[in-house]
């Protein structure tokens, strides 16, 4: 069964940085490319970021370009979201995202919320 689990999130104030991680088990996660998606408040999913199979190649969405990184460790299945200089308009609940024999799995979600 594939899991994904997300964790980190929190309240923090502008300007703040987090570290989103997202364990993964069930499939062969070095073998996968992985995202990070959000879904703000009212609002529809929004893709943030990608990180190919190893970890060589990582795409951001242009509202995170320079503040954000992401990041995988293959040995310990698990992917991290590391955000800096973190806005209000940030706030969302953060899934992990993979796409895995033509079905797409998320977690559970974390939620990120940015408040002076």
């Known amino acids: 069964e594939v899991q994904l689990v997300e964790s980190g999130g929190g309240l923090v104030q502008p300007g703040d940085s987090l570290r989103l991680s997202c364990g993964a088990s069930g499939f062969s996660f070095n073998n996968h490319d992985m995202n990070w998606i959000r879904q703000v408040p009212g609002k529809g999913l929004e893709w943030v970021s990608n990180?190919?199979?190893?970890?060589?190649?990582?795409n951001y969405a242009d509202s995170m370009k320079g503040r954000a990184s992401v990041s995988r460790d293959n040995a310990k299945n698990t992917l991290t979201l590391q955000m800096n200089s973190l806005r209000p308009e940030d706030t969302a609940v953060y899934y992990c995202?993979?796409?895995?024999?033509?079905?797409?799995?998320w977690g559970q979600g974390t939620q990120v919320t940015v408040s002076s």
């Open positions: 990180i190919n199979f190893d970890g060589s190649s990582t």
């Open positions: 995202y993979a796409q895995i024999g033509g079905f797409k799995y």
